[in-house]
């Protein structure tokens, strides 16, 4: 896992440099009214941000062992799996874009509160079985 998180974190990367400079300027669109150039904003950041996290993907769907014995050694292979895991969930995350955040900006906190909470309960539910699992066999 400590091999693998690294890698997948390259992904986002672009994501959150444009998260940094999207921010302020929904925020100001907003403030004047300019809905429309707030949707164009958030479509072409999320552009920039599917097409410059897509090669990585690939190049990490296809070179994970690469990465991984390059990077760390050939004794960190059994990473494979969780890199390939968390490059898919950082990929999701890319893809999603700046929804929550652009909440924020927008200033509306309480629906993303929501949509957090409801996200985590829907995953504590689901992944309930291997949370007993994982308790129960200590």
Excluded at 1 to 18: K, Q, R
Excluded at 93 to 111: D, P
């Amino acid at each position: 896992y400590n091999a693998a998180l690294p890698i997948a974190l390259v992904l986002p990367m672009g994501l959150h440099a444009i998260n940094r400079i999207l921010m302020p300027c929904i925020s100001e669109l907003y403030a004047q009214g300019d809905i429309q150039s707030v949707k164009e904003a958030y479509r072409t950041a999320a552009r920039w941000a599917f097409y410059g996290a897509l090669p990585l993907f690939f190049a990490i769907i296809l070179f994970s062992q690469r990465f991984i014995t390059l990077l760390f050694g050939k004794e960190y292979l059994p990473a494979t799996l969780p890199l390939l895991i968390l490059a898919c969930g950082s990929f999701l995350n890319v893809i999603s874009g700046s929804f929550g955040e652009t909440l924020i900006a927008i200033g509306r906190t309480k629906i993303n509160m929501i949509l957090s909470f409801s996200s985590l309960t829907f995953l504590i539910h689901k992944l309930s079985p291997c949370i007993k699992v994982v308790f129960t066999h200590r």
